[in-house]
C-alpha cells in the first residue's frame, strides 16, 4: 500500500515567518493530496488540497506545491499567526481509492 | 445539520471486553470511515464503506468490524478489547472519492 513521510515532526517559528512542511509519497499512482489541520483536542479539518494534474495551489496564505517525478507535495504557509499553531497531517491516495493513507503529523508553534 | 456525530466521547474498557462506537453522518455521504490515532503515528484507517452493504478494510484492520446497514450509520466494533487498541478514534464521512472527509469529534477509549 500507499506509505507517507512527513517532515520535520515539530516546527517552531517566529510569528510573521513563513513554515514549509514537506511529505513523500511512494505509490507513483497516487493523485490526490489532501492537508489537514488539528488543533489541540480538536478534530481534523481539511485546509487545502492538491490533485496531481496541477502542480501548485494557493488559498490566501496557505499554498501546497506537487512534484510528481520525484514523489512528494509541500505545504507553504506565509506570515504565520499564532492561530496556526496545531498539527498537520498530508495524506495521499491513488485514484478512485478511499483508502488514504496519512502521515505521522508535524507540530507547528507560532511564537509570538 | 450536525454533520459527524460519535459516541461515545469517552470510554474506559477491561481487556476482553467488547463494545461498539456509534458514528453517523446527515449529510447523505456514500463514504465513509474509521480512523485511530495514535502520538506520534498520524491517522491509521481502520476499515472504510464506499455504500451502504459495502466495506473493506484499511491499514489495520485486525480486532475491529464494521457494517454498513444505511447511508447515515457506520458502527466500529471492538470484539475482544486489548491494551493495543487504546487510542482515539475518529469517524470521518465524504461526499465522494478523493473529497474532503469531515471528521467526528472523536472518542478516546483506554484499555485496561
Known amino acids: 500500500g500507499e506509505n507517507v513521510e512527513q517532515h520535520p515532526s515539530t516546527l517552531s517559528v517566529q510569528e510573521g515567518d513563513s513554515a514549509v512542511i514537506k511529505c513523500t509519497y511512494s505509490?507513483?499512482?497516487?493523485?490526490?493530496f489532501p492537508w489537514y489541520k488539528q488543533e489541540l483536542g480538536k478534530r481534523p479539518q481539511l485546509i487545502i488540497d492538491i490533485r496531481s494534474n496541477v502542480g501548485e495551489k494557493k488559498d490566501q496564505r496557505i499554498a501546497v506545491t506537487l512534484n510528481k517525478t520525484a514523489k512528494h507535495f509541500s505545504l507553504h504557509i506565509t506570515e504565520t499567526q499564532p492561530e496556526d499553531s496545531a498539527v498537520y497531517f498530508c495524506?495521499?491516495?491513488?485514484?478512485?481509492?478511499?483508502?488514504?493513507?496519512f502521515g505521522a503529523g508535524t507540530r507547528l508553534t507560532v511564537k509570538p | 445539520n450536525a454533520g459527524v456525530t460519535q459516541t461515545p466521547k469517552f470510554q474506559v474498557l477491561k481487556t476482553g471486553q467488547s463494545m461498539t462506537l456509534q458514528c453517523a453522518q446527515d449529510?447523505?455521504?456514500?463514504?465513509m470511515s474509521w480512523y485511530r490515532q495514535d502520538p506520534g503515528m498520524g491517522l491509521r484507517l481502520i476499515h472504510y464503506?464506499?455504500?451502504?452493504?459495502?466495506?473493506d478494510q484499511g491499514e489495520v484492520p485486525n480486532g475491529y468490524n464494521v457494517s454498513r446497514s444505511t447511508t447515515e450509520d457506520f458502527p466500529l466494533r471492538l470484539l475482544s478489547a486489548a491494551p493495543s487498541q487504546t487510542s482515539v478514534y475518529f469517524c470521518a464521512s465524504s461526499p465522494g472519492t478523493q473529497n474532503i472527509q469531515y471528521f467526528g469529534a472523536g472518542t478516546r477509549l483506554s484499555v485496561l
Open positions: 505509490d507513483s499512482a497516487s493523485n490526490y
Open positions: 464503506s464506499v455504500g451502504a452493504g459495502i466495506t
Open positions: 449529510m447523505n455521504h456514500e463514504y
Open positions: 495524506a495521499a491516495t491513488l485514484y478512485n481509492n478511499n483508502d488514504m493513507r
